[in-house]
């Protein structure tokens, strides 16, 4: 009845466990469709000019979507480089086997630079106190370790001035235990119809590049894009992309350019796990929020704002036997309730979609980051890792 293969009281722990990590023992969970993360890296292989380069982000355990399956994904595609935030999330994929070049993304605290060097975890590398202490540890370590400088051309977060990078690369250059492998910078702007601060950006960048080349410094990656760069700025691709949103088959806005083919990879789902009949006038849930105007049928998911879904009243949609059926009363924090009224061939067990496509119907990242008044990013990575996993 509930699609889950049940399980006899007999049966061995081994077997419990592998079942475990292929059906979900909850009534909500996530899908990763694993077939659509390698097609869409394929459409974005065919749309990029073949010299350019891969570096695929997997903070934040690839946006949501498990960091080892997206990176896996993205080297089986030909990327050549992957991005973490920590260094824990670094040695995690080291321990997964994957021995991938890979950026740490960010500033790193001096305790930090061991474990990056021990690692290979390749640094961005933004003031001269850093570049000093990570050329100690690298030589300490016998070891001639890559580096990437950040320049910040307006972004004003991470990364050295544009107009002051040129005494770092001379600091850079003088440290027999350091090689200048990249020159970076990062889009504060790039996906909007609005182009002119990017522009702005592309040409800071451009500077130290010039400065670079005249000075004759050689760095075999130069890159700036995000997805809204690889979109919408071919002339800023430069040597390599750096690409988190778009191969999960998200788009950074709504008015960046679409790749025919790109399709979502994530689908949030959760079962009907009760339904009440309630009459005219008759309230659902926590602060009495939703009053029956007539009478209807009220059905409960078992996923709530403690799982990652905003704390919604009254708003939003959520797809049963492919049709829109709107949340009524307030979310919970285990639970949501929507109006199946019209949708009378639902049933207890059904599968609904919180987030994803079933039948000619979706909801999308964008549509349920208005419900939070924020971005699909934010959506992505804000699913709770209490949801379980599956990868199909
Ligand atoms: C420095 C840097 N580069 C690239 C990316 C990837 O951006 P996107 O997910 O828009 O492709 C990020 C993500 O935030 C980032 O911080």
């Known amino acids: 009845m509930?699609?889950?293969?049940?399980?006899?009281?007999?049966?061995?722990?081994?077997?419990?466990?592998?079942?475990?990590?292929?059906?979900p023992l909850r009534s909500a969970w996530i899908e990763v469709d694993a077939g659509r993360l390698q097609r869409n890296f394929e459409i974005i292989n065919a749309d990029k000019p073949p010299q350019v380069r891969l570096l695929s982000v997997v903070k934040d355990e690839g946006y949501g979507h498990g960091a080892l399956t997206v990176a896996r994904a993205a080297l089986r595609a030909g990327a050549v480089y992957l991005a973490v935030g920590s260094i824990e999330d670094g040695v995690s994929l080291r321990e997964h086997g994957l021995d991938a070049p890979m950026l740490i993304l960010g500033q790193r605290q001096e305790a930090e630079l061991p474990w990056c060097v021990?690692?290979?975890?390749?640094?961005?590398?933004?003031d001269g106190?850093?570049?000093?202490?990570?050329?100690?540890?690298?030589?300490?370590?016998?070891?001639?370790?890559?580096?990437?400088l950040k320049l910040n051309t307006g972004m004003n977060r991470y990364g050295v001035r544009w107009t002051?990078?040129?005494?770092?690369v001379e600091r850079i250059l003088a440290e027999h235990s350091l090689e200048l492998e990249g020159v970076?910078?990062?889009?504060?702007?790039?996906?909007?119809?609005?182009?002119?601060?990017?522009?702005l950006q592309l040409e800071r960048f451009q500077i130290v590049l010039a400065e670079l080349e005249a000075r004759g410094v050689g760095v075999r990656?130069?890159?700036?894009?995000?997805?809204?760069?690889?979109?919408?700025?071919?002339q800023a691709h430069f040597d390599m992309v750096r690409l988190g949103l778009l191969p999960l088959g998200?788009?950074?806005?709504?008015?960046?350019?679409?790749?025919?083919?790109?399709?979502?990879?994530?689908?949030?789902?959760?079962?009907?796990?009760?339904?009440?009949?309630?009459?005219?006038?008759?309230?659902v849930g926590y602060g009495l929020r939703y009053q029956a105007?007539?009478?209807?049928?009220?059905?409960?998911?078992?996923?709530?704002?403690?799982?990652?879904?905003?704390?919604?009243?009254?708003?939003?949609?959520?797809?049963?036997?492919?049709?829109?059926?709107?949340l009524v009363g307030g979310v919970a924090m285990d639970a949501l309730t929507i109006d199946i009224t019209d949708i009378p061939e639902a049933q207890l067990w059904d599968e609904a979609v919180v987030m994803g496509r079933q039948g000619a119907e979706e909801i999308s990242a964008h549509e349920i980051a208005q419900l939070k008044n924020s971005v699909s990013y934010d959506v992505l990575t804000g699913w709770r890792a209490r949801l379980p996993r599956v990868c199909i």
Do not use: W
């Open 164 to 168: 002051e990078a040129l005494p770092l």
């Open 184 to 199: 970076f910078s990062h889009f504060a702007m790039s996906d909007e119809a609005d182009k002119s601060f990017a522009l």
């Open 221 to 234: 990656y130069r890159h700036l894009c995000n997805s809204g760069g690889l979109l919408d700025l071919p």
């Open 118 to 126: 021990r690692h290979d975890l390749t640094c961005a590398v933004a």
């Open 129 to 148: 106190p850093t570049v000093q202490a990570l050329a100690r540890v690298a030589a300490r370590a016998g070891k001639r370790v890559p580096v990437h």
């Open 250 to 283: 998200v788009y950074p806005s709504q008015v960046c350019r679409r790749l025919a083919g790109l399709e979502p990879v994530m689908t949030v789902k959760a079962r009907l796990v009760a339904i009440q009949e309630i009459g005219p006038g008759e309230t």
């Open 2 to 23: 509930t699609g889950l293969v049940d399980l006899e009281p007999n049966e061995s722990q081994e077997h419990f466990e592998e079942l475990r990590h292929r059906i």
């Open 293 to 326: 105007p007539s009478h209807r049928r009220i059905a409960v998911l078992p996923l709530g704002y403690g799982d990652g879904f905003p704390r919604v009243r009254n708003r939003g949609f959520v797809l049963v036997q492919g049709r829109r059926a709107p």
